[in-house]
């Protein structure tokens, strides 16, 4: 019995031991690579910018064709400064932090009539300093509707970044669908386009990287169904 007690009690310690080194570590590891860090200051030199649009749900309002678009937004891109060797942090080799703690490129729809402000969900940190960034947003657009279609443009860019100091390019075709809801969004994307490109301002020497996503929403046929047929008594 006693044996018992000691074996348990071993298996026990071993691994609050283990939890707590690896706490150690990793508050360790924190202290590091934040330690003179400055958030509000970006890398050094050219920073490539992959942005992805996925997209959850459509609204579109024919009478004044307005589009509500609710989606994740996809970042990803390296900061040289969050980098680290797993070997001397116990093999710790991501990091979850505060999106708020770290530089994030400051990209957002230039055309918005209306914008929620990004939620502040944690940022994912690999040990060689590749960021992931998936924050939720809602946006609210004009469209341009011709034949009863409508085409609704999404332009997005940095406001102070130049095209020489943040490069942007799409990942994969620039808007997924995996996390559409087909069943229950009154509207579906029948097609969409996503194209960068480079645009030179009266205000300013240098260019500018714009990422722009046209939808083209049509009405989702399962839900007008449900709405026009009578209910069962």
């Known amino acids: 019995?006693?044996?018992?007690?000691?074996?348990?009690?071993?298996?026990?310690?071993?691994?609050?031991?283990?939890?707590?080194?690896?706490?150690?570590?990793?508050?360790?590891?924190?202290?590091?690579?934040?330690?003179?860090?400055?958030?509000?200051?970006?890398?050094?030199?050219?920073?490539?910018?992959?942005?992805?649009?996925?997209?959850?749900?459509?609204?579109?309002?024919?009478?004044?064709?307005?589009?509500?678009?609710?989606?994740?937004?996809?970042?990803?891109?390296?900061?040289?400064?969050?980098?680290?060797?797993?070997?001397?942090?116990?093999?710790?080799?991501?990091?979850?932090?505060?999106?708020?703690?770290?530089?994030?490129?400051?990209?957002?729809?230039?055309?918005?009539?209306?914008?929620?402000?990004?939620?502040?969900?944690?940022v994912l940190i690999n040990s060689d300093g590749e960021i992931l960034w998936i924050p939720r947003a809602l946006y609210k657009t004009h469209c341009i509707v011709e034949n009863e279609k409508p085409a609704c443009d999404l332009s997005f860019g940095s406001w102070t970044y130049d095209h020489w100091t943040v490069t942007m390019e799409t990942e994969g075709d620039g808007v997924d669908m995996t996390w559409y809801m087909n069943k229950t969004c009154p509207w579906l994307v029948e097609s969409f386009t996503a194209q960068t490109k480079t645009t030179f301002y009266p205000c300013c020497k240098e260019p500018y990287a714009t990422l722009d996503i046209i939808l083209n929403p049509r009405p989702n046929k399962n839900e007008e169904e449900k709405s026009s047929s009578p209910e069962k008594k």
Not at 47 to 59: A, E, H, N, T, V
Not at 74 to 101: E, F, T, V
């Open 1 to 122: 019995m006693m044996a018992k007690f000691f074996s348990v009690f071993a298996v026990a310690f071993v691994t609050s031991t283990a939890l707590q080194l690896e706490k150690s570590a990793r508050d360790h590891l924190v202290h590091d690579l934040l330690n003179n860090y400055h958030h509000s200051v970006e890398p050094s030199g050219r920073i490539d910018l992959k942005f992805r649009l996925s997209l959850s749900c459509l609204r579109f309002d024919p009478a004044i064709s307005q589009l509500q678009t609710s989606a994740w937004e996809k970042y990803s891109w390296s900061d040289y400064r969050l980098s680290w060797n797993p070997k001397d942090y116990d093999g710790i080799d991501k990091l979850r932090l505060p999106a708020s703690l770290i530089w994030k490129p400051d990209l957002d729809c230039y055309n918005a009539l209306e914008a929620e402000e990004r939620t502040s969900e944690n």
